[in-house]
């Protein structure tokens, strides 16, 4: 078991700036791949932006890519989502989440543990 637990959203200005930060314990956050992804009202959840254990490789969805950074520092088990330029569209549930394979990330099913989310609210 990995206990996930996201802080940092909260209410920002269209082009203004957010950081993420999820905070991992239970079993060794290292060995997973990990994940933000998002779910707007009414909406589906969808991927957002991924990472393999090492912090070697990393994946965007189209729609944030040159604006978020993501981030791991396995010393500290957190992992981290930084957001510039934030638009209104940004609006959303963020979640972290932990996969074993860092290939399946891009599908909402790939992972295996969830965080209880944090929102993020972009004003226009």
């Known amino acids: 078991q990995v206990q996930l637990v996201e802080s940092g959203g909260g209410l920002v200005q269209a082009g203004g700036s957010l950081r993420l930060s999820c905070a991992a314990s239970?079993?060794?956050?290292?060995?997973?791949?990990m994940g933000w992804l998002r779910q707007a009202p009414g909406k589906e959840r969808e991927f957002v932006a991924s990472i393999s254990w090492s912090g070697s490789s990393t994946k965007y969805a189209d729609s944030v890519k040159g604006r978020f950074t993501i981030s791991r520092d396995n010393a500290k088990n957190t992992l981290y989502l930084q957001m510039n330029s934030l638009k209104p569209e940004d609006t959303a549930v963020y979640y972290c989440?932990?996969?074993?394979?860092?290939?399946?990330?891009?599908?909402?099913?790939?992972?295996?543990?969830w965080g209880q989310g944090t929102q993020v609210t972009v004003s226009s």
């Open positions: 239970g079993r060794t956050f290292s060995r997973y791949a």
């Open positions: 989440a932990a996969a074993d394979s860092f290939g399946a990330t891009m599908t909402i099913a790939g992972y295996d543990y």
